[in-house]
């Protein structure tokens, strides 16, 4: 086959500084998925990229590009209790304790919305759903796309992994960024959600993005510019889009980990939980349901009562799991004491998830085992007065050889003063 373009082309015209035209990206995207554009070749494009950017127009060129590498999936048919369904997915950049999909899904589902939820798996610091969920003894995260249909009809709510069909020049891009460290550029973070997203077909989306230590935008005014390019993409798609800035300086809720995890959305789901996990869950949950037209719904008051327990019990039946059994726990733990009086005024967000990872939460290669039993337990929050010799964190693993590297990784994490600590509201700007 005779290509149109030329790959050094393509990199030297990006290197140069300038915009990429869109039959060049359509062209690169789709020649690097079919393998005519090698991987040393894609290294080098994504590395330009990431030093000059792309401008609007070629990231949505790129987005569009994406999308067509692989399927779309289509909702639009989906009809439940004899009506069509809304349908609303919600899309965290990545944090630590960040577990609100899994509360949050039947939550929305609860009012007649139906929510596929096509989630990751962990990689470095932050903490997958998949992996979260797959602590549930029997939990299934590999649904067909029929399955996938039928519990969106009969439970409501589905939170599985995404199709190898869905977007795969994403696939394969997001794994070679990861060996390059081409990760944190705006663009190519933009666009890589976007496709997958906008491909997945949702009529509606609501997007987390992280600001903070634990996630990729540490400072509010990238984490703004992240966050419009991603509404203006899906916008621009048809997909209605908003975005809420979070805070993620500290970890959220009090467990970080993959069965605590679980163990805390249950509590949520029962009316309790911690209340900054319960302040995101609700506001992103009015988020999606007003973005599907449901503007009288009190998602605060669902979750005292306990009203969307009966949902995730269906929805984690009816992918193989028991919600009554025992969550596995770790075999050894350790403690983590406090060094003097005062009020905690730091918890850093990427130490604790990176202790977490340490003590075999997470995993360093994609295809690594996870421990689901593993994580950290905190005992105060910012904000938090403490007592010196009292615990603040424990530590948990089933392979004691791994305490050692989790304590370095929390070295400086911890910050006790006289206070006050710095307040820093859960969810800090609203984008639409
Ligand atoms: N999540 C993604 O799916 N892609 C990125 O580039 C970053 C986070």
Redesign the pocket.
Same mark, same amino acid.
């Given at each position: 086959m005779t290509e149109p373009f030329d790959a050094v082309d393509v990199i030297r015209t990006k290197r140069d500084g300038a915009a990429l035209s869109p039959a060049q990206i359509s062209w690169v995207l789709d020649a690097y998925t079919r393998g005519a554009v090698a991987e040393e070749q894609m290294s080098a494009l994504a590395m330009a990229i990431f030093l000059r950017g792309m401008d609007r127009e070629e990231t949505a060129g790129w987005t569009r590009a994406m999308i067509d590498s692989g399927e779309r999936m289509d909702f639009s048919g989906l009809v439940r209790s004899g009506a069509r369904s809304a349908t609303a997915d919600k899309h965290s950049? @990545?944090g630590v304790g960040d577990k609100t999909t899994l509360p949050l899904a039947p939550l929305v589902a609860l009012h007649g919305v139906a929510v596929p939820q096509l989630s @990751?798996r962990g990689l470095g610091h932050t903490g997958g759903t998949l992996d979260k969920l797959e602590s549930i003894p029997g939990w299934r995260a590999e649904l067909s796309t029929e399955e996938m249909m039928a519990q969106l009809r009969d439970v409501g709510a589905v939170i599985c992994a995404a199709g190898a069909g869905l977007a795969p020049a994403?696939r394969r891009l997001?794994a070679l960024?990861d060996v390059t460290g081409t990760?944190e550029s705006i663009p190519?973070?933009a666009s890589?959600?976007m496709s997958?997203k906008i491909a997945e077909g949702t009529r509606s989306l609501v997007l987390d993005v992280k600001v903070g230590s634990g996630a990729?935008m540490k400072d509010l005014a990238s984490a703004r510019e992240l966050a419009r390019t991603m509404v203006d993409l899906g916008t621009g798609a048809g997909v209605r889009t908003t975005a809420l800035l979070t805070d993620m300086s500290t970890p959220l809720g009090l467990a970080v980990g993959n069965a605590v995890e679980v163990q805390e959305s249950v509590e949520v789901l029962a009316g309790g939980g911690p209340a900054d996990l319960v302040e995101l869950t609700v506001a992103l949950a009015q988020e999606m349901l007003a973005a599907s037209g449901i503007r009288d719904a009190d998602p605060a008051q669902d979750l005292r009562d306990g009203r969307a327990m009966d949902v995730w019990r269906a929805m984690v039946t009816a992918q193989g799991g028991d919600p009554d059994a025992p969550l596995p726990r770790a075999r050894e733990s350790e403690t983590v004491l406090a060094e003097a009086d005062g009020v905690l005024t730091g918890l850093d967000a990427y130490r604790v998830g990176l202790a977490s990872w340490r003590l075999g939460a997470g995993r360093a290669r994609r295809g690594d085992p996870v421990q689901a039993g593993a994580g950290v337990l905190l005992h105060a929050k910012p904000g938090d007065a403490v007592l010196a010799g009292r615990p603040l964190l424990t530590l948990l693993t089933d392979e004691p050889a791994r305490f050692a590297r989790a304590r370095e990784a929390l070295e400086g994490a911890v910050v006790i003063g006289p206070g006050p600590a710095p307040v820093h509201p859960v969810v800090l700007e609203t984008v639409r």
């Open positions: 950049t @990545g @990751g994403d997001y960024r990760v190519l973070i890589s959600i997958k990729f």
